[in-house]
Nanobody
């Protein structure tokens, strides 16, 4: 069993930065690809970024490419999402996800085995 707990959300002005963390419990967590998704009010959940088991492969949604960076520290059982140059349209609940499959598969929304409960990010204009 793997449990995911997100943190680091909050209120930030447009152009600012936040770093989200996802603490992962479970002895086999390093065997999972990890991802971040987000859901804004009234919208469907969308993929943001994914990272492979050893961190060698990352995939980003076009809307965040060049502004967000996903990383993982397997020794600390933590996945991060560094978000820079934030825009009001980045406001959403951000969810951490884990899947025993390729990072690209998770990016498509498939193969996800576990979800966190989310952390709220609000970007003011």
């Amino acid at each position: 069993q793997v449990q995911l707990v997100e943190s680091g959300g909050g209120l930030v002005q447009a152009g600012g930065s936040l770093r989200l963390s996802c603490a992962v419990s479970g002895r086999t967590w390093s065997s999972y690809s990890m991802g971040w998704f987000r859901q804004a009010p009234g919208k469907e959940r969308e993929y943001v970024a994914t990272i492979s088991r050893l961190g060698g492969t990352t995939v980003y949604a076009d809307s965040v490419k060049g502004r967000f960076t996903i990383s993982r520290d397997n020794a600390k059982n933590t996945v991060y999402l560094q978000m820079n140059s934030l825009k009001p349209e980045d406001s959403a609940v951000y969810y951490c996800a884990a899947g025993g499959t390729r990072a690209a598969t998770i990016a498509s929304g498939y193969g996800i085995d576990y979800w966190g409960k989310g952390t709220l990010v609000t970007v003011s204009s």
